[in-house]
């Protein structure tokens, strides 16, 4: 395209050869997209006026960029006030196809909104390439000269800590927000404590764990993530079973609030003080009798002394004692030198995954630059892969951390089954209910009577120690469990922080 000179030169020149007149020349840079503009309608007032009766210009779409301006200059034209529109490449004159002409400049309109697309383009262009321009979220500050969002040098650690704890069930999401006031973390702008909507934003923000969703599609983010996906999935599983804030404050006395529901109706156990003539006060908890489908036939309560025994029974049928753990731990070590040549081949297989992941990525940006594909399309495709390059990212950083390995559940799992021992020796109502909490998705009151539906692996380690409890002793089994056959312990793929389930200490074996 010539510069502005350059086409004044051109047209000069065929203004001298065709023995034309000028008597004004206009030229603007502003962009001709805005109808209104003050120097194209001097000149249709100077036409209008009889000061001239023609225009020369470069290009059609030099005179007007939309459909108001278009329309004033082909009324002109048709009305004979303007005789000639001559441009470098043709001639309009009054009697021409008034269609043509508005054709024209749609299609000079056209070229504006393809040029503002492009403009978006340039935009998502940026996005793709992991560039999040909005404001920090929570535990991140926008860096003001390099344009970036880096970690809040005083918040980022105290949100990761609340995040990891979030992850694993044990916060409510008012817990959340009175822990995150305690740590002195307050909004960016209002200086407050964050209210629980603004929570539950923070909670479900894939930001971080390193992607970011901009108008519906995810993209893969340059700045440091807070969080694994792992831990991001937890969250999300945390959500739905802490769900909606808890109306009633939990009464102090009464431990076993929102812990149990009942097994004839399946709603949830209340609790209440009592205080006798004699001005003994006791707590016991019942069924709400909320149901209004069916009459709970479950009429009776449970005092709070025999509740706790129950809470302190089924912790005690989910825990493991310190010298089951000292022996697990024992073997588990020997079992880690075993695997680090299997890992290394784990490692190097994702690695090949990533490579083609990222092949195909770029083939569906490419397709979608040069306009192969359409944006719902692309949404499509890009979506999953980079939600699974994410993935694949971080269980190659996990196996790369060189300590850890895919044993690492399993101890994680033995120390903290061996953590709700201290818990139950000193009688901690509350870390046995949370604990309980954790490894048990159903606790069921019937009668006098608390079920627990533990979790896997939990349910064989229950099974395992009402087996252990009720066989009589007898120390040459130890050997059995102990034998190569342990190495079933392992879960065959197991890299991606699931349980082992062939876990089950030998029923036979105990503990001298
Ligand atoms: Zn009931």
Same mark, same amino acid.
């Given at each position: 395209m010539l510069s502005i000179d350059a086409q004044l030169s051109e047209l000069n020149s065929i203004a001298r050869e065709r023995g034309i007149t000028v008597v004004r020349t206009f030229t603007e840079s502003k962009s001709a997209k805005e109808p209104g503009r003050e120097i194209f309608n001097d000149m249709l007032r100077r036409i209008e006026r009889g000061e001239a009766n023609a225009i020369l210009s470069w290009k059609l779409d030099r005179i007007a960029r939309n459909f108001d301006d278009g329309g004033k200059i082909i009324g002109l034209l048709q009305r004979g006030v303007i005789q000639e529109i001559r441009t470098f490449e043709k001639t309009y004159l009054p009697t021409d196809n008034v269609l043509m002409i508005a054709v024209e400049f749609g299609m000079a309109n056209q070229y504006v909104r393809d040029l503002s697309l492009n403009i978006r383009r340039g935009i998502r262009e940026k996005i793709r390439r992991g560039i999040y321009s909005w404001k920090a979220p929570l535990g991140y500050f926008n860096e003001p000269r390099l344009r970036t969002i880096?970690?809040?040098?005083e918040y980022f650690d105290k949100v990761k800590k609340l995040l990891e704890r979030f992850a694993t069930g044990t916060l409510s999401l008012t817990g959340f927000q009175r822990e995150l006031k305690a740590a002195g973390v307050v909004g960016e702008r209002s200086k407050k404590p964050l209210v629980l909507s603004a929570i539950g934003h923070v909670l479900r923000n894939p930001f971080y764990y390193g992607v970011f969703l901009h108008k519906g599609e995810m993209h893969q983010g340059v700045h440091v993530p807070m969080i694994s996906k792992k831990t991001f999935d937890d969250i999300q599983k945390a959500l739905v079973t802490v769900g909606k804030p808890r109306r009633r404050r939990e009464e102090k006395n009464l431990v076993f609030l929102n812990f149990a529901t009942c097994a004839e109706c399946g709603y949830s156990i209340t609790g209440e003080r009592h205080i006798k003539k004699s001005g003994l006060?006791?707590?016991?908890?019942?069924?709400?009798?909320?149901?209004?489908?069916?009459?709970?036939?479950? &009429?009776?309560?449970?005092? $709070?002394? +025999?509740?706790?025994?129950?809470?302190?029974r089924n #912790?005690? =049928?989910?825990?493991?004692? @310190?010298?089951?753990?000292?022996?697990?731990?024992?073997?588990?070590?020997?079992?880690?030198?075993? &695997?680090?040549?299997?890992? $290394?081949? +784990?490692?190097?297989?994702?690695?090949?995954?990533? #490579?083609? =992941?990222?092949?195909?990525? @770029?083939?569906?940006?490419?397709?979608?630059?040069?306009?192969?594909?359409?944006?719902?399309?692309?949404?499509?495709?890009?979506?999953?892969?980079v939600a699974l390059k994410a993935d694949l990212e971080q269980q190659i950083v996990v196996l790369e951390g060189s300590k850890i390995n895919r044993l690492e559940p399993l101890k994680k799992w033995i120390l903290e089954a061996n953590t709700a021992q201290n818990d139950v020796f000193s009688d901690n109502w509350l870390g046995m209910k949370s604990f309980l909490e954790k490894v048990g998705s159903n606790r069921l009151l019937r009668a006098q009577t608390v079920t627990v539906s533990f979790k896997k692996p939990f349910d064989l380690l229950a099974e395992t120690n009402?087996?252990?409890?009720?066989?009589?002793?007898?120390?040459?089994?130890?050997?059995?469990?102990?034998?190569r056959q342990g190495s079933n312990l392992r879960h065959p793929q197991c890299h991606c922080g699931a349980l082992p389930t062939e876990l089950r200490p030998h029923p036979e074996w105990r503990l001298i």
């Open positions: 880096e970690p809040h040098p006060r006791f707590h016991y908890y019942r069924c709400t009798h909320k149901s209004r489908e069916q009459r709970c036939p479950a &009429t009776t309560f449970i005092r $709070q002394e +025999k509740l706790a025994e129950e809470v302190k #912790a005690e =049928l989910v825990l493991i004692p @310190d010298e089951w753990k000292e022996k697990f731990l024992a073997k588990i070590e020997t079992w880690e030198t075993e &695997t680090s040549i299997e890992k $290394q081949q +784990k490692i190097d297989s994702l690695k090949a995954e990533l #490579a083609l =992941l990222k092949t195909k990525i @770029d083939r569906v940006n490419k397709a979608f630059t040069e306009g192969a594909i359409d944006i719902a399309e692309f949404k499509e495709l890009k979506n999953p892969m009402v087996t252990v409890r009720n066989a009589p002793i007898d120390f040459s089994a130890n050997s059995v469990w102990w034998s």
